[in-house]
């Protein structure tokens, strides 16, 4: 039972444009989502969060949206850079505890 | 400010040997969590600690334990080791108690079960 889906594996940009990952989760209890960058064998880097009372987030060039209705978050970097090729995770997280539940993940290439 | 400290970074072990591996937390941050990454199952949640009791605990078995001290350092063991318990091992640490908190991970332990 995946409660958190990242459908799409991997997704290649132009330096300069606009990258935008995609999540979807299924647990209404669901009510804090973080967005965390990886580089393998490394631990996940924390990018950005949004609590369930918003709908958007912005914190330089990361923006997170969320549709509660829909169920789905989506991150937003633009420009995106050449560093910011790496898998990028979603996580979600219920009102009690520190108990993230994540996504597969999205491997993003970044071309120059 | 330190980050989350991991050790060992690496670590072999043979099938039905036991491992501890400890955490580190940033100063000031009272939860630890601990997550398993492998190719198969992605990350998922072992457990969580918050002054020294275990609030969460994820769907592994037995074999999968953890503690917490006085001093918000952590430790978890896994004992009678088998060959799927090869995994980066993650250690996440937050300053409160509730879910709106952002989780900083450790650069994790790489534990290779032969």
Redesign the interface.
């Known amino acids: 039972d995946q409660q958190v889906k990242q459908n799409s594996p991997s997704l290649s940009v132009q330096e300069g444009r606009i990258s935008i990952l995609n999540c979807d989760y299924t647990n209404s209890m669901f ?2 989502f ?1 967005w ?1 960058k990886k580089y393998p ?6 990018l950005i ?1 949004i ?1 369930s009372i918003k709908d958007k987030n912005e914190d330089g060039r990361f923006t997170v949206f969320l549709n509660k209705s829909a169920k789905h978050l989506s991150l937003h970097i633009v420009p995106s850079q050449p560093g910011d090729s790496a898998v990028y ?1 979603c ?1 979600a ?13 999205t491997r993003v290439l970044v071309k120059p | 400010k330190a980050g ?1 400290t ?1 050790t060992p970074r690496y670590l072999i072990k043979t099938r039905g040997q036991q491992v501890t591996l400890s955490c580190s937390p940033i100063s000031g941050h009272r ?1 630890v ?1 601990w ?1 398993q990454q492998t190719p198969g199952q ?4 072992l457990f ?1 600690y ?1 002054s020294e009791t275990q ?2 605990k ?1 769907n592994f078995p037995g074999r999968f334990s953890g503690r917490q001290f006085s001093n918000s350092r952590s430790e978890m063991n896994v004992s009678t080791l088998e060959l799927g318990d090869s995994a ?1 091992y ?1 250690c ?1 640490s ?1 300053k409160a ?12 332990t ?1 534990l290779t079960v032969v």
């Open positions: 009510d804090y973080l965390y064998a490394e631990g996940p880097t924390f969060s609590s995770f996580a997280n219920k009102a009690a505890g520190n108990k993230l539940t994540f996504g597969g993940g | 989350v991991q939860s969590s997550y992605g990350l998922q949640f969580e918050f609030r969460n994820g980066l993650l996440a937050s108690a509730r879910a709106n908190t952002e989780a900083f991970f450790g650069q994790g790489r």
